[in-house]
């Protein structure tokens, strides 16, 4: 055997068992759930086929339709606004002239780090009836609001404890894309008289818009598939005004009387949706000849 065949084989014999794996416990669920959408279990726990019946309830589901709507709010209110913050943070602290700049790194950094139930724990705490940021409020004069009984205020507490805990993470790409960026093209565009601003829309977006297509694709996929926040820090409520797509199905599938065809429907489209927003993001952001 020749020495680039064993070299294709050992990169095989590596290749195959992770493969496997992926297939196994990614892959062949998801054709599962596909078939399983387009059945339904009868009498006896037989499936029967009934085409595209749990996708047309879908069309006539309240529940879903709430669940939906605050999945969309989710992603249009906190993915722009975490995206733009980190890299307003990752330009400040990219620059050569801060002292301690890694501290500052990892502070930001932390919340990323922190359980998903500890800081949903923490952010009930700080937003209780009686918490600080109550206080804060009745100190300045203001009336203290009911942030977990008022669906749009416990809507906005999803928002910030999503900001808060993701925007270090996306900070952390736009750094390592701005330290491939040659200092002395900032240096040459200040001799030339370029502000801070112009060096930031002209020379900072441009070069950083593959690390911010890609931050765009994950946030967009991550906030449509959202499910701890609305499970540990709303539990959905008030009523199912904070419930996310995810968490719906899990409900659907654990927590009411199970209905996993349906369930599967829903993931489906969670699925598609994904696909099809990404899609665009692509089509729009990459440039590339």
């Given at each position: 055997m020749s020495l680039e065949k064993r070299h294709n084989l050992t990169g095989w014999v590596f290749l195959i068992p992770a493969a496997l794996l992926i297939f196994i416990f990614c892959f062949y669920p998801m054709v599962q759930a596909f078939v399983l959408s387009?059945?339904?279990?009868?009498t006896g726990g037989a499936s029967t086929f009934v085409g595209l019946a749990n996708y047309k309830r879908i069309l006539k589901d309240k529940t879903f339709q709430q669940c939906l709507f605050n999945t969309?709010?989710?992603?249009?209110?906190?993915?722009?606004?975490?995206?733009?913050?980190?890299?307003c943070l990752a330009q400040i602290l990219n620059n050569p002239k801060i002292k301690g700049k890694s501290i500052f790194r990892t502070l930001i950094f932390l919340p990323c780090a922190t359980s998903l139930v500890s800081y949903s724990m923490i952010f009930k705490s700080l937003f209780a009836q009686d918490g600080l940021v109550n206080n804060v409020i009745a100190a300045i004069g203001l009336t203290p609001v009911n942030w977990f009984q008022d669906a749009w205020a416990a809507r906005f507490v999803i928002v910030i404890a999503l900001i808060w805990r993701w925007t270090g993470y996306n900070m952390v790409f736009y750094l390592a894309g701005l330290q491939n960026i040659d200092y002395s093209v900032y240096e040459a565009s200040y001799i030339d008289g370029a502000s801070p601003f112009k060096q930031f829309t002209r020379i900072t977006i441009p070069l950083l818009k593959p690390t911010i297509l890609l931050t765009a694709i994950?946030?967009?996929?991550?906030?449509?598939?959202?499910f701890d926040e609305s499970v540990n820090l709303t539990g959905g409520g008030p009523?199912?005004?904070?419930?996310?797509?995810?968490?719906?199905?899990?409900?659907?599938?654990f927590v009411e009387t199970p209905k996993f065809n349906y369930a599967a429907a829903i993931s489906v489209f969670i699925l598609v949706s994904v696909a099809i927003l990404s899609a665009i993001q692509m089509k729009v952001g990459d440039k590339r000849d």
């Open positions: 387009f059945s339904k279990k009868g969309v709010f989710y992603f249009l209110i906190q993915v722009p606004i975490m995206l733009i913050l980190a890299l994950m946030s967009t996929s991550g906030t449509l598939q959202l009523g199912k005004s904070t419930m996310t797509l995810a968490h719906y199905v899990y409900n659907i599938s």
